[in-house]
């Protein structure tokens, strides 16, 4: 991945969360990949996915494949 700077990034939380402080947050970046870091430590790092990744994971999240 090259130049995946996100230090303008917008990042946003589901509106499921309701203000909690145990969220994920993502953002998009224009080359075509989704970062998503911790909200409560979001200086701990970013994990960058493509949006067909981030779209899978979606998928089997609400599907319920991802349950331990």
């Known amino acids: 991945m090259s ?3 996100l230090s303008r990034a917008v990042w946003r939380k589901s509106h ?9 947050e993502i953002a998009t970046h ?3 990949f989704i970062g998503v870091r911790d909200s409560k430590n979001p200086q701990d790092g970013v994990l960058m996915m493509s949006f067909q990744e981030w779209r899978g994971f979606v ?7 991802l349950r331990a």
């Open 16 to 24: 499921y969360s309701n203000g909690q402080a145990n969220c994920v």
């Open 59 to 65: 998928q089997r999240t609400v599907s319920g494949d």
């Open 30 to 32: 224009p080359a075509g």
């Open 3 to 5: 130049d995946t700077n």
